[in-house]
């Protein structure tokens, strides 16, 4: 055997351990690249000839577009929500089904209607006038004397009907007192058509004439539906302005909710008479009775 030989390891290099290096034929080549992360990058011929944005173009394009493009979403999400249909007034188709003219109120649009709705709309031949209040959209009814009950009211001989033209849309028959000793006006009307939990007052609307006479004592009188009644007796030989609509105050009354209307008919009775002395009475020209919202 030959001489072994040994190998001095220098001082400085002991326990250090020896990297030994893999054959170079057994390794992947290592390619490098120089990649621009910033560079725009291009569809390759026949893809389009649009520009693309790297990465970071976008995130920077976002953030600062984040505010406009939340707004635009806002925007957008609201668009494609259901509208809110504007609320009707209360009972308003059932009221409608006993219009005149039924062909002639416009539904087309909420405005159009409601515009409509304020100017008023009769029903029953006539004989009644709809119409809502412009300050809390209620239900308003003038009773006009043809749908009233009048005691003789169909005998000439005591009571005299008068066509009135007031306004181009104002045209009704009123009723007015030739001459009777038994003086008895009633009108009765279902809430169910009144807006719920709504304060109501009830007045008579009259005509007192210049010939008027023996109508010192007389009695106004509302009945509501829990049977209670509102009583009071007024002097209208008194009335100062003749031959004017004036308001003769009857009442007031609160409608209740709905659902308890819902149990039972409703109706108000309303009043106006003078059935005691049995003096003579005459001058006194009825054009009806208003339901309205008390202001």
């Known amino acids: 055997m030959g001489t072994r030989h040994s190998i001095n390891i220098p001082k400085e290099r002991e326990g250090m351990r020896v990297k030994t290096e893999e054959p170079r034929k057994l390794r992947p080549e290592r390619r490098k690249t120089n990649v621009n992360y910033n560079a725009t990058v291009q569809r390759p011929t026949g893809e389009g000839n649009e520009k693309r944005e790297s990465p970071s173009d976008s995130l920077v394009k976002l953030g600062g577009e984040s505010s406009s493009i939340n707004k635009a979403a806002t925007i957008n999400i609201r668009s494609q929500l259901p509208c809110k249909r504007a609320q009707l007034p209360h009972y308003l188709n059932e009221i409608l089904k006993e219009a ?6 416009d539904k087309s649009s909420t405005d159009r209607l409601y515009e409509q709705l304020y ?3 009769h029903l029953k031949q006539n004989k009644q006038k709809y119409w809502i209040d412009r300050t809390n959209k209620a239900n308003c009814f003038m009773l006009y004397a043809e749908d009233l009950s009048i005691t003789w009211g169909k005998d ?19 009723a007015e007192l030739k001459s009777v000793c038994w003086l008895e006006v009633c009108g009765s009307f279902d809430t169910a058509a009144l807006t719920p939990e709504t304060l109501y007052e009830v007045v008579f609307v009259v005509k007192v004439k210049e010939d008027a006479d023996g109508l010192e004592s007389i009695t106004l009188r509302l009945i509501i539906p829990n049977k209670s009644s509102n009583e009071l007796t007024v002097n209208l030989m008194n009335v100062t302005e003749r031959e004017k609509w004036i308001e003769v105050p009857v009442g007031e009354f609160f409608t209740s909710n709905e659902f308890k209307r819902k149990k039972k008919r409703e109706e108000i009775e309303i009043f106006l008479y003078e059935t005691e002395k ?18």
């Open 119 to 121: 100017n008023g709309v």
């Open 278 to 295: 049995l003096d003579w009475k005459q001058g006194l020209v009825i054009k009806g009775i208003v339901i309205r919202p008390k202001a």
């Open 100 to 105: 005149d003219s039924p062909q002639e109120i």
């Open 156 to 174: 000439n001989r005591y009571w005299n009907w008068v066509d009135i033209k007031e306004t181009s849309d104002e045209n009704f028959i009123a």
